[in-house]
Every structure is written in C-alpha cells, then in structure tokens.
C-alpha cells in the first residue's frame, strides 16, 4: 500500500509541474471574456484540470500495476513509431 501511495504522489507531483500549459491555455481562453467573468474562468478551469490530472494519475498508477498491460503499451508505441519511421522515409 504504501509503494502504491508513493508511486500516485510521484505520478500528482510531476503532473502538477508539468500542468504550466494548462495556465497558458486557460489564460488564451479566458482573454476574450470581461475582467469578472475572466477570472471566474481561470479559477474553474484550473480547478477542473487539477481535479482532472489527480483523477488520471489515480487511473494510470492502477493500470501500471496491472501485468502484461505495460508489455502491450510498449508494443502499442513501437508500432505507432515503426508508422511514423515509414512516412519519414
């Protein structure tokens, strides 16, 4: 339980570092809007992808733990580069 309470923090914590993006396209969004409804925009769609990225993180450290669902995750992402590598050349 514990390994698992680890492996969701680090999964949360890189997320949230990563998630300056989400500001940047919340912001271009909300530019558009008056200064009331601006920030009312920003404040719910920073919360909704908070909420949203904790949820996905939940999801995807339960679905790594699950055998064999890695191997055909790999297998999936070789297949999609080895079709990339073709348009290429």
């Known amino acids: 339980m514990l390994e698992f309470l680890i492996d969701v923090s680090q999964i949360v914590l890189a997320d949230i570092v990563l998630s ?45 733990s699950v055998p064999g669902l890695l191997l055909i995750g790999a297998l999936l992402l070789y297949w999609v580069c080895y079709k990339f590598y073709q348009d290429i050349r």
Not at 29 to 48: N, T, V
Request: no cysteine; charged share 15%; aromatic share 12%.
């Open 20 to 64: 300056g993006d989400n500001a940047l396209i919340i912001g271009m969004a909300a530019a558009a809007f008056s200064e009331k409804e601006r920030k009312q925009i920003i404040f719910f769609g920073l919360m909704a992808a908070a909420i949203l990225r904790i949820l996905f993180a939940l999801i995807a450290s339960f679905l790594i």
